[in-house]
Structures are given as C-alpha cells and as structure tokens.
C-alpha cells in the first residue's frame, strides 16, 4: 500500500488494483480565508495526473476544505467510482451527481466492501447536527500489505469500531483547529489567548486520545492546520506560538508524539509518499520542497505564498460585491421569508436557543426571535447573541441560499461574534440547518436531547471519583474520553468542563454531570 499526501486531508491512496482519491483540496475555500497549508500548488506533475484519473473517489463531508467542487469539476475524470459514506442525507451524493459523477458505491456504516479482489474498505459515519447536518466520516483502507485509517476530522466516539478491522498501519488524524472560536469573538486580548490556548490543549488531548486507542505503528497528523492568505486574516497563523490562535502547525503535535516515545510518526507535506509492508514503513519527500524552510522560516515561506496569490484574491474579493445590491428592505424581506418557515419547524431547537439573535449587516439590523420564530427588524429588543457580518458576504451567503452558514461562512473568520452568557450549540445548529430536510433533521435531534431520559444508573469510577459514564453533550465515553485535572473533569473528545464539586457544565448552558466523590 502507498499514500501520497496532497495537502491538509487530501489522500491518494494506491492498495491492491484501486487508486482512491480522498477529499483533494485545492482552491481556496470559505470566502478565500483557508489556503492549503503547505501549499500544494506545486505539486509533480506525474502525481497530478494520478490524481486526475483514480479508480474510486472518497470524499468524507460536504465542507469546503474537503469538498472541493471547483477542482473536481475541472480536473477528475467522471469514470471514478464514488465511495458513498452512509449519511441519513444525500446531499454529497447530488453535489457529486450535478458535477458530473455516476458511479457510486453506497456503503453500510462501518461494514467491510471489497473494491478489488485484493483491497476492502469502510466507512465510519459520524451523524450528529453538530458533526454537520450533512454527515462526517472515515475512511479504513486493507490490502494484503497493510491498513490505513484516514480519520481526517471525524470526530468519532466509537474507537472499537474503527479497531474492529485490525492491527493499523498507517493513522492519518486531525490535531489543529477547525473552528472559528474563539478568534471571532469580541474579548480581551489576554483573554483571547488563554481561550485560544485552552482550545490547542483540548485539541491535542483529544487527538492523543484517538493516537492512543488506535495504536497504529505511524501517525499522519492531517487535515489541517490551513493557513491564512488575507492580510485582515494573517494574524491567524501560529508563527511564534503567541497567537491568539487555535491553529498550530504539524511539527507541534509531532513534539508532542515524540516526548510520548513515538519516533516512527510521520511530517508529511503535500508530495510526501508513505510506502506500508508489513515489515517496514518508508516516506519519500517530494523533491521541489525544502520541508525545514516551510516550517523553520515560517513567516517567510507565507509571506511568499501570499504575494503569489494576491491578485487571485484581489478577485475573489472583487466578486463578493459583483452583483446588484439588495436594498435594505429587499435584504430583510428575503431573509425572513427565508428563516420564518424554517422557524416554525423547529419548536424544540428554539427552546434550546430561547432568546434573540441580531445579524448586523452595514446599516441593516436583523433580529431573530426564537422565542416567537418571527424573523423582526431589530428596535433595541433584548438579545443575547449578536453576529457582525461585511453587507458584501451577507448578500453574498442569501443570494446563494446557502443551507449551512458554517461551511459557507462562519469559518471563514470574517466576522465578529459576541454572546451574553455560554455556548449554545443550538443556535449555531440552527445556522447549519437552513433547509427544509436539515431542519427536520436538527429539530429531532433537538426534541430528543432536550426530552432525553436520563438514565444515568451506568456510573464509572475516574480519579477517585463516581460519575455518569456518558458525557452529557454528545454521549462519549467518559471511561475513554474523560480527563481530570485538579476539580474539573474534561471531556477530550469535543473539550466540554466540569466542575467536580457539583457536575456543573463550565462552557456551556444546562449540561450537568451527575458525580459524587468516591465514598471511603
């Protein structure tokens, strides 16, 4: 088996007879605030035609910095057979299919497929809201020479499952930051960057966690950190490791792996070929690349990728405001005609939300009432969240109707947030679920949570304390996932706190954790 990286998750995998192609990312995404990081606008010429004509293409979710629409559209062949995780959905699969593909294999969730008489593959759905209405997943590859685990950014809580395969070879795992928090958030400096460090500490914990279970002989730390192009942006790259950033390079983690005794892991760059048998694992270093100067003269390496692509992003940049403006009331009028009906499907997701939200657009001021599910101009009601947006990008993301504001933007970091109290998944799943079959999904997932019986009877006993053995967030295995440092317990798997003396939830609003101290 041999993998080839093509930069943050993207994979060209070669076991048996088959040649998969996993999420290549090569545009810009998210309003052209993520670049590949290293860049992987130079790649060989003899890979880039492997990559244009594989036998199975894997894409693992809809996000832009995997789902790569542009580039797929103009440079993979259609003869590629798709391998179809198994989401409740079937957006992925009518993205792909008005791009141009047929061919789909449509996987069971965690089962064995063959795809040639020498390779098998699975895929692991994750399909929590918060996962993305979309779905997310992983990828396991085995041939007669090895296995390969592309976990890229699923979070999955069912370890066993990803085990249940066999001894791995080869782990390809995100570590670094995908998320906009707590960058965008109007806070204090000094604050910023302990939240921005608190948030890099639960990340690794959580990617030391998977490193851990998983016991493959070499990690691939993956699928980010990308890097950011935009002056407005550049701040948001870890250069000296002082940023008020959650957004560390490969060679962190790799530290991290080493002081735990781990020697074997890998630094790839886009190029990098990992050779597996079963006796040995090899990594050829693309030719063209200087890997010390990328990481050693990082500020510098940037600032060359910048100049190379600033008169695409003069462009980009041109294009958001390209179009006829909306008038104030035709921008108004549009969104609640929009959110309204959404609104009223969703009882149980309001309740969770409870209170307003004002969207702040130039001179427009929108405010949504999830108590009511009435989308109001705002008139100095009560909120407790507010988001800033550039008039340009919010025109942009209704004029699209773009049914996940995460993707489409949240992540691009180009805007600014603020909340009076805790995070609130449930106005962000709200944002990520702006279509009549995503809102149906979110607004079960909302009735269920909120309803949920409790049943807390399956306790566990961790550092000399007795607790519920399920998170109260997403249900992970707090025998697997939990961490206790001093009086808090963390749950590694997404960093949700907990004060030990009375289970009170530390970042979030109404997630208690039944625990007790261990009597005797």
């Known amino acids: ?3 080839t990286s093509l930069g943050h998750a993207g994979i060209y995998i070669e076991a048996g007879d088959s040649k998969i192609l996993c999420d290549p990312w090569f545009i810009p995404a998210f309003f052209g605030s993520w670049f590949v990081f290293p860049r992987n606008d130079n790649l060989d010429s003899d890979l880039l035609a492997k990559i244009e004509s594989p036998t199975h293409l894997y894409i693992s979710h809809i996000h832009g910095d995997h789902l790569d629409e542009a580039f797929l559209a103009g440079h993979v062949s259609r003869d590629a057979i798709v391998l179809l995780p198994d989401f409740p959905g079937h957006e992925l699969e009518t993205k792909l299919t008005q791009l141009g593909f047929s061919r789909f294999v449509k996987t069971k969730n965690g089962e064995e497929t063959a795809i040639d008489a020498k390779t098998k593959i699975a895929i692991h759905v994750e399909t929590s809201i918060t996962d993305g209405p979309g779905g997310d997943s992983a990828l396991v590859v085995s041939d007669d020479t ?5 976990q890229n950014d699923c979070r999955t809580g069912n370890l ?3 085990r249940s395969h066999g001894p791995i070879d080869l782990h390809w795992l995100q570590y ?3 998320i906009w928090y707590p960058m965008v958030y109007e806070q204090d400096q000094t604050k910023k960057e302990k939240l921005a460090m608190a948030k890099t500490e639960s990340q690794f914990a959580r990617a030391l966690k998977y490193v851990e279970a998983l016991n493959a002989r070499a990690v691939v730390p993956s699928a980010g950190p990308p890097c950011f192009l935009d002056e407005d942006l550049f701040h948001l790259n870890v250069i000296t490791g002082n940023e008020a950033s ?14 735990m005794g781990r020697y074997d892991d890998i ?10 048998s079963p006796e040995t694992i090899t990594v050829t270093s693309p030719k063209n690349v200087d890997v010390s100067k990328i990481f050693g003269e990082k500020e510098k390496y940037l600032r060359q990728y910048q100049a190379d692509w600033s008169k695409w992003l003069t462009e980009e940049k041109t294009r958001w405001s390209s179009a006829e403006p909306f008038s104030n009331d035709e921008l108004f009028a549009t969104i609640r005609a929009w959110f309204e009906p959404l609104l009223a499907l969703a009882p149980a997701l309001r309740a969770g939300i409870g209170s307003c939200c004002l969207i702040r657009a130039g001179d427009v001021e929108i405010l949504i009432d999830f108590k009511t599910g009435r989308v109001e101009k705002f008139n100095q009601q009560i909120f407790d969240f507010r988001f800033d947006i550039p008039r340009e990008l919010l025109e942009t993301i209704v ?8 993707n489409s933007f949240f992540l691009s970091c180009r805007f600014t947030a603020w909340r009076s109290g805790e995070f609130n998944e449930y106005i962000y799943n709200f944002f990520k679920s702006l279509s009549v079959e995503r809102m149906v999904r979110t607004e079960h997932e909302a009735t269920t949570r909120l309803n949920f019986d409790k049943n807390l009877s399956d306790e566990i006993e961790l550092g000399g304390y007795v607790m519920q053995r399920k998170c109260p967030h997403r249900n992970a295995d707090l025998s697997v996932f939990g961490e206790i440092n001093g009086n808090e317990l963390t749950c590694t798997l997404h960093g949700w706190r907990f004060d030990l003396n009375d289970g009170h939830c530390l970042n979030a609003e109404n997630r208690p954790l039944k625990v007790r101290k261990k009597s005797g």
């Open 1 to 3: 088996m041999r993998a």
């Open 146 to 150: 090895g296995r390969l685990v592309n």
């Open 160 to 162: 066993e499952a990803l």
């Open 176 to 178: 670094s930051g995908a």
């Open 246 to 259: 959650i957004f560390p390079d490969q060679t962190k983690f790799i530290e991290i792996l080493r002081s």
């Open 267 to 276: 630094l790839a760059v886009p190029g990098s070929a990992i050779e597996i």
């Open 399 to 406: 004029r699209q109707k773009a049914v996940d504001w995460s």
